[in-house]
């Protein structure tokens, strides 16, 4: 692996003028690659279909059960941290779901969207530090 960590997004522009890229530090680069993780859909990525999480899966699947959606959840994005980010160990993947409802008075409408919030925590290889990340992703509105 390369010993420099580019911050996203990339500035091409800087490469054609000849300039260096943005560098990042190891924190924020994992933190970067885990939300590629989480944006990326199964079967998106062009030359690796298992890259992603389920959470597209999940987002417009009727939701029976809260605790049930948030381990399967869970699992996919433990499993997908855990195989494609390899500057991390022990790591620790916690959903939780809520509701959130947003009234517009104007329109008299009321939008009730499903709120999940993402938290790890793991340690970074190279250092032993402890590693925090910290998210949050609207599903689904209701309107009414």
């Not at 911050?7 to 943005?22: A, G, Q, S, T, V």
């Not at 885990?34 to 079967?43: Q, V």
């Not at 939780?96 to 340690?123: L, P």
Request: proline content about 1%; charged content about 30%; overall charge negative.
């Amino acid at each position: 692996m390369s010993d420099y960590l580019y911050n996203k997004p990339f500035r091409l522009i800087n490469i054609f003028e000849n300039k260096d890229l943005r560098e990042a530090d190891a924190g924020k680069s994992i933190s970067q690659h885990i939300e590629l993780i989480i944006f990326t859909r199964f079967d998106e990525h062009r030359h690796n279909s298992n890259f992603g999480c389920e959470i597209w899966d999940l987002d417009f699947e009727l939701i029976v059960s809260e605790t049930t959606w948030e381990e399967k959840f869970r699992q996919s994005l433990l499993k997908s941290i855990t195989d494609y980010e390899k500057r991390l160990y022990q790591v620790e993947v916690e959903i939780k779901m809520t509701e959130v409802e947003k009234s517009f008075t104007i329109r008299n409408v009321t939008e009730i969207k499903k709120k999940v919030d993402i938290s790890i925590r793991a340690k970074i290889n190279i250092t032993g530090e402890k590693y925090f990340f910290n998210t949050a992703l609207f599903l689904s509105p209701l309107s009414s």
